[in-house]
């Protein structure tokens, strides 16, 4: 049985990279970007209705950032996963968003193929961080 294709939405202010990403993501044929939008708010209205199995989140954004778009998700959609893509590398701000409950984070600076293997990742129910230092996953 061959597996439906992995369904992504994506919510960054900044054009060039989220326009970039969905024309990376078109040579993935598993890919498929049903929505993109520059903010969070506007994520959330063209998901309503057809939900993506995971939506890639930038953290800074107009009108509603990252981390308010994944509480909500978080709260209302169980399924989906959340994936956060950012420039910052923080511990501290990973750690938080493994307390929101995000599924994945990924820095901006990744490989393209490193990006598809995480989305895979999380459609099959892991989790991806960086690991800064053994005592990182001890709060899970």
Do not use: C, W
Not at 69 to 92: D, F, H, Q
Not at 97 to 104: I, K, P, R, S, T
């Amino acid at each position: 049985m061959e597996l439906q294709p992995l369904t992504l939405a994506i919510a960054d202010d900044h054009t060039l990279f989220r326009k970039g990403v969905i024309e990376i993501l078109k040579n993935f044929e598993e890919i498929t970007v049903t929505s993109d939008a520059a903010n969070g708010a506007e994520l959330l209205e063209k998901i309503e209705g057809n939900l993506p199995d995971i939506i890639m989140l930038d953290l800074e954004m107009p009108d509603m950032d990252g981390i308010a778009v994944a509480r909500y998700v978080l709260s209302k959609y169980a399924k989906v996963k959340i994936l956060v893509v950012s420039m910052y590398g923080e511990e501290e701000l990973v750690r938080k968003l493994l307390e929101e409950g995000v599924h994945g984070y990924l820095l901006k600076s990744a490989d393209p193929e490193e990006l598809r293997e995480v989305l895979q990742l999380l459609r099959s129910g892991k989790t991806h961080y960086p690991v800064f230092s053994q005592n990182f996953f001890t709060l899970r």
